[in-house]
């Protein structure tokens, strides 16, 4: 088995019993083994865990009972992913030792689905942060290129899917915390609509816009996994009934007149904002103009869209509200149920002592401004003032996607940055979500992906749809990756020519 | 210059709903008695990654009781997060209701002290879970000297309505009436089994004095309010108002000033002492819930509750006083409960006077209750047979004093009507031998008597029924008092 293996073969070659389970594991084992001391992607290795699953999968396969959608596929999960009686720890000090009591839906459906969860990913402490650098157990490496950054929050993961150790993972995206690091290490990134995958098991950070979403090496692949992740969990009041389409066959290979064409039909649309704009590192530029090539060679229409305040606002006005959210779900670490609990003599110094010690730096910085940002004599003047600007950022990205199919935009302004780059500069750091909190602002679907040139740093692109848009994604992905395999196959025979 | 005080009370009372499952998970409410931390979930315990989803079942006992208090109800308000650390609170914050209650500007009449109904008026009712519980090892298990403290989260996340009074109550007397006419009306619609002693019905109240010119009702000053809490009784409410609005008048007329602040009533010895200033108060940092949507109460829903409400107990009350004469006093007794009013209409209906029911009711049958502890669910005699046992009574079949041995026997032994009328005997096991035993007696001990009723001088009858009487304690109470006449008219016919 090469590391390239993706997800969709993995499962298809087990299924046939081409390939036994307990061997993707060994190749995850080993994988990682090598690539670890050098990366450090993962928190926890679930070895023990792992082992059993791809037993239990071989002997239900051997007794001929029908496979499911990812068997034997290895999936990392990243920290704050509840998976019952192994660590979960946020990548924080506050959790470190922690035993999850219970099994989140995510993991819940991945074991149905026959997949193997193998390790846990390395992330911001409590997702706060674009770097991984604020894990309390250490940074991750970029595979690409080890001085940079993996992004974040889910660095680990990201980085994890890059240097393959497992073809799938999943990781909460708050405000681009899945699609930066997506962007920074040259893989796929799928940020589903809010509300089409449970949320539960899952640690929260902003529930109003975390997502659970999808790392993988291929747009099949994404969309295998989002076959099996999504659907409705009355767990999660946020989830939303509903069909959901087929998302297979949004990205197979279309037949008869709509080959060469697969987008005809279809508008594109650009963001006038971005156009100009100083900030947007030359890479990305060209990621995003090579994109637009391509979608239009694949019949799509393109046009232009104007969405000033979301560009304008959309980060200040996520800060304001990630503060708000987080100070609130980091509240409920005090020292006196689970985690950390710091010796004391009254109840006021456990919560010092517990709060004092068992959170990072970046993470009481956010818990200490969304307090003061709640605080009743603030509280319209910031809060609440977020969230109209929210409600009407919301309103322009709804009435341009009334307009056309698709938003396509750089990922992130610049690709991954170096280590240290922005140690105590938060707000130079956050500028690299820049283009993706008006996805989570809004509860849009995106998804991004490579288009960096070649032997050059990653750059994603993303496209952002109309909510449970998921399908048109998958599809003008899809449509991507085919264009950019036939020029690379008449590259190569141009090259041996 | 005379004064006059005038106290200005508002209440804040949390009622338990009495639903199966708590609030936002499905663990059990039932938590009196439960081994600590038994009835507890990941949403409960607030682990991380655990996520709330509304009980339906609380939401629609709330707008039940929304109902039954004329409130104002509204689809779509909205859950906040009331953010405070305490060891009880397991995510830090309490998931309730801010600025968008569910219902609101409802009312509820109660005896006012002047006689008559008085409206009190209702501010809002919103849902929200109620906290654990801490027990602290000091003696007295309050935190104060405690070495250790223990949480438990059994009945952290049950649901609660918490309804806010306007400050309409002029009087402890009278915000104990407003207290027991909630109660009732609780019980009456079945949203909480409003037990004080249980918690399931929790009072804060809002106490101010207003000082003001006796001869020309000019104000002359507002106190700024105390909000009183840990009262756990009728009688505490009554007790603890009392003696704060005895402390704030003594503190204005000693030229003292009144700061808002929150005061703890101590029941044992009488007090209330202050707990925190204004300074000191939380701010809470409320957030619109992001895990909740908004609660939906659908036109058809409020169709579906309104047409399930029972009759309102002030509609029984009333009903009671111009059905079956009774007194406002008694009528009040009987539909405290909807049960004991299911009681006593049972009875009546299964033929017995409604008075003379009312009355074996109202003292028998709660008497036995008293003695025993028990509600009128547990009352060992059935409706229909105290019903029967009444009515030989009204039609003289049975004496005061059988009825009441017949009453006993039921009571005690268990026995049904029929065996215990068997046990006493017809007549109360007096036979018609014995009666006449008993009344030639008594006329042979009373002669002049007998003289003046043969000599037409009895002429209102009052030397007869003095012979009656005589002859019904001859028999100690268990001859009828038909019987009586009877035997007593044929003698004297014999006579003549």
């Known amino acids: 088995m090469q590391l390239s293996m993706t997800a969709a073969e993995t499962a298809r070659r087990v299924s046939e019993g081409e390939l036994r389970p307990l061997e993707t594991v060994d190749v995850f084992m080993k994988t990682a083994r090598e690539r670890e001391p050098n990366l450090h992607a993962l928190l926890a290795v679930l070895e023990e865990r792992a082992g059993h699953a791809a037993e239990r999968l071989d002997a239900s396969l051997s007794r001929g009972e029908g496979p499911g959608p990812l068997s034997g596929v290895p999936v990392v999960l990243d920290d704050g992913i509840c998976v019952r009686g192994t660590p979960t720890t946020c990548a924080s000090r506050m959790l470190e030792g922690w035993i999850a009591p219970y099994d989140s839906a995510a993991s819940e459906m991945l074991d149905s689905s026959g997949a193997i969860i193998c390790a846990k990913g390395n992330m911001d402490e409590f997702s706060i942060g674009c770097s991984t650098e604020t894990s309390a157990f250490g940074a991750t490496a970029n595979p690409c290129d080890p001085g940079r950054v993996p992004g974040g929050s889910a660095g680990g993961c990201a980085a994890a899917v890059a240097a393959g150790y497992a073809p799938l993972a999943l990781a909460c995206d708050t405000g681009g915390s899945l699609l930066q690091p997506a962007s920074y290490c040259g893989v796929y990134g799928l940020r589903p609509t809010y509300g089409l995958v449970s949320r539960w098991g899952v640690a929260a950070l902003a529930p109003s816009m975390d997502q659970l979403g999808i790392l993988s090496r291929t747009v099949e692949d994404a969309a295998l996994a989002l076959s099996v992740i999504s659907g409705h969990d009355p767990r999660d009041a946020m989830s939303s009934p509903g069909d959901r389409p087929d998302y297979m066959a949004a990205v197979a290979v279309p037949d008869g007149k709509d080959a060469r064409r697969p987008l005809a039909g279809r508008r594109i649309a650009t963001v006038a904002e971005m156009r100009g704009g100083s900030d947007l590192a030359g890479a990305c530029r060209e990621a995003l103009d090579r994109t637009l090539a391509m979608l239009a060679e694949a019949g799509a229409e393109l046009v232009e869209v104007h969405l000033p305040l979301s560009f304008n606002h959309g980060l200040a006005c996520y800060q304001v509200l990630l503060a708000a959210e987080a100070s609130s779900s980091l509240a409920r670490f005090d020292g006196v149920r689970h985690g950390l609990s710091a010796e004391a003599d009254s109840l006021n110094s456990l919560y010092l002592g517990t709060r004092g010690k068992g959170f990072g730096r970046e993470v009481k910085r956010v818990a200490a401004a969304g307090t003061y940002i709640l605080g009743s004599d603030r509280y319209e003047d910031c809060y609440l003032r977020a969230s109209n600007v929210r409600r009407r950022i919301v309103g322009e990205l709804l009435d341009a996607l009334a307009g056309c199919d698709l938003i396509a935009l750089p990922t992130t302004p610049t690709t991954a940055f170096r280590r240290g780059e922005f140690d105590g500069d938060y707000f130079g750091m956050s500028l690299s979500l820049s283009f993706t909190v008006q996805a989570s602002l809004a509860g849009l679907p995106a998804l991004s992906f490579n288009a960096a040139g070649a032997g050059e740093l990653p750059a994603g692109v993303q496209l952002i749809a109309p909510r449970r848009g998921e399908a048109g994604l998958l599809a003008a992905a899809a449509a991507i990756e085919r264009v950019r395999a036939s020029r690379d196959e008449a590259g190569e025979r141009r090259s041996e020519r | ?496």
Not at chain 2, 92 to 108: I, K
Not at chain 2, 235 to 260: D, F, K
């Open chain 2, 1 to 496: 210059m005379r004064h006059v005080y005038t106290p200005v009370i508002g209440l804040e009372i949390h009622v338990q709903l009495a639903t199966e499952s708590k609030l936002f998970c499905p663990c059990s409410t039932d938590y009196i008695g439960a081994e600590p931390n038994t009835n507890v979930c990941p949403v409960c315990l607030g682990l991380p990654g655990a996520l709330p989803t509304l009980n339906a079942r609380a939401v629609e006992l709330a707008v039940r009781a929304a109902m039954g208090l004329s409130c104002e109800i509204h689809d779509g308000t909205i859950f906040h997060r009331k953010h405070y650390f305490y060891a009880d609170l397991p995510k830090a914050y309490q998931v309730s209701q801010y600025d968008r209650p569910l219902a609101d500007r409802g009312e509820l009449y109660i005896s006012g002290d002047g006689g008559s109904p008085k409206r009190i008026g209702i501010t809002r009712l919103h849902l929200e879970e109620d906290a654990g519980k801490l027990v602290h090892s000091a003696a007295d298990g309050r935190l104060e000297g405690a070495r250790e403290s223990y949480a438990d989260f059994n009945r952290g996340g049950v649901p609660l309505a918490e309804i806010v009074s306007d400050p309409d109550i002029g009087s402890p007397r009278e915000a104990r009436e407003y207290v027991s006419a909630l109660r009732r009306l609780v019980r009456y619609l079945g949203v909480s089994d409003g037990d004080m002693d249980r918690g399931s019905m929790r009072v804060d109240a809002n106490v101010s004095v207003v000082k003001s010119n006796a001869d020309t009702g000019e104000i002359l000053y507002r106190g700024d309010r105390a909000e009183i809490k840990n009262m756990n009784s009728l009688r505490s409410v009554e007790r603890a108002l009392e003696y704060e609005i005895r402390r704030q008048r003594a503190t204005l007329e000693s030229g003292g000033t009144l700061e808002r602040e929150t005061r703890h009533w101590n029941d044992g010895e009488g007090v209330t002492t202050s707990m925190r200033s204004k300074e000191a108060a939380l701010d809470y940092r409320c957030l619109p819930d992001p895990d909740l949507g908004p609660i939906e109460v659908s036109r058809e829903m409020l169709d579906a509750i309104r047409s399930s409400l029972p009759e309102m107990p002030w509609e029984r009350e009333a009903r009671f006083i111009g059905d079956y004469s009774l007194s406002e006093v008694d009528a009040a007794v009987l539909v405290e409960t909807p049960a004991l009013a299911d009681y006593y209409e049972r009875c009546v209906r299964s033929g017995a006077s409604p008075l003379r029911a009312s009355n074996w009711v109202r003292t028998e049958v709660l008497r036995v209750l008293n003695e025993r502890g028990v509600g009128i669910e547990e009352c060992p005699v059935r409706p229909e047979e105290l019903g029967l046992l009444v009515s030989m009574l009204d039609e003289g079949r049975a004496s005061t004093t059988v009825a009441k041995e017949i009453f006993g026997l039921m009571v005690d032994r268990g026995l049904s009507l029929q065996e215990a009328t068997d046990r006493c005997g017809a007549h109360g096991g007096l036979s018609q031998e014995d009666l006449e035993l008993a009344a030639k007696s008594v006329l042979d001990a009373n002669p002049d008597v007998l003289a003046e009723i043969m000599g037409g001088r009895d002429l209102k009858g009052k030397k007869r029924k003095f012979i009656c009487g005589l002859v019904m304690k001859e028999t100690r109470g268990r001859a009828t008092p038909g019987a009586v006449e009877d035997v007593i008219a044929r003698f004297l016919e014999g006579m003549e």
